[in-house]
């Protein structure tokens, strides 16, 4: 069974750091594209970046660039999301997904986690 | 960017009524996804590559489209079916987009 576990949010100040999680099991992680996906009520879903199988290739939304990096260890099996410089309006629900093969759509998804920016 | 506008925004339907939402790209897309929230869920992947049901899904529900237009469509509404349903574009990307959702209610 494909399982997909975040862990790492919760309550920051604005310009500060934090780091997602994303623990991987019940497929072989190395195949797959892995992506993170935020919520909010107001935006509702919003990709957030993606990473290739083997971690050469990252893609990011453009109000994430520069400040976000999504990595992967594919021997433990885990992605991670670095949010550097965070602001109110990344407040959101980042959920963890699984890329239908290498880049495809999102066919597993995590439980997601909360994050929230405020002083 | 690919901007997808779904329609309604909120509709509701009586159980074992016939129901479809709509989903429009500002471009044209090879493919579209669909995907159900239910609550406070995670989402689910419920259609892809237009017309194909994901493992499990009822086959009251379907989808159909081509370039710039997409449905989802549910032949005969069910109480379980009442959630938000979300299409999704790969075919320009990044950035990869959703469209703002429909949320659908049980009469």
């Known amino acids: 069974e494909v399982q997909l576990v975040e862990s790492g949010g919760g309550l920051v100040q604005p310009g500060r750091s934090l780091k997602l999680s994303c623990a991987a099991s019940g497929f072989t992680f190395s195949n797959y594209g892995m992506a993170w996906v935020r919520q909010t009520p107001t935006k509702g879903l919003e990709w957030v970046a993606s990473?290739?199988?083997?971690?050469?290739?990252?893609y990011y939304r453009d109000s994430v660039k520069g400040r976000f990096t999504i990595s992967r260890d594919n021997a433990k099996n885990t992605q991670y999301l670095q949010m550097d410089s965070l602001r109110s309006e990344d407040t959101a629900t980042y959920y963890c997904?699984?890329?239908?093969?290498?880049?495809?759509?999102?066919?597993?998804w995590g439980q997601g986690v909360m994050v929230t920016v405020s002083s | 960017e690919i901007v997808l506008t779904q329609s309604p925004t909120t509709m509701a339907a009586s159980p074992g009524e016939k129901v479809t939402l709509t989903c429009l790209a500002s471009?044209?897309?090879?493919?579209m996804y669909w995907y159900q929230q239910k609550s406070s869920a995670s989402p689910k992947l419920l259609i892809y590559y237009t017309s194909i049901l994901a493992s499990g899904v009822p086959d009251r529900f379907s989808g159909s489209g081509s370039g710039t237009s997409y449905s989802l469509t549910i032949s005969s509404m069910e109480a379980e079916d009442a959630a938000i349903y979300y299409c999704l574009q790969l075919t320009s990307t990044p950035p990869i987009t959703f469209g703002s959702g429909t949320k659908l209610e049980i009469k």
């Open positions: 990473i290739s199988t083997g971690g050469g290739n990252t």
């Open positions: 471009s044209s897309v090879n493919y």
């Open positions: 997904a699984r890329h239908e093969g290498p880049f495809g759509f999102f066919d597993y």
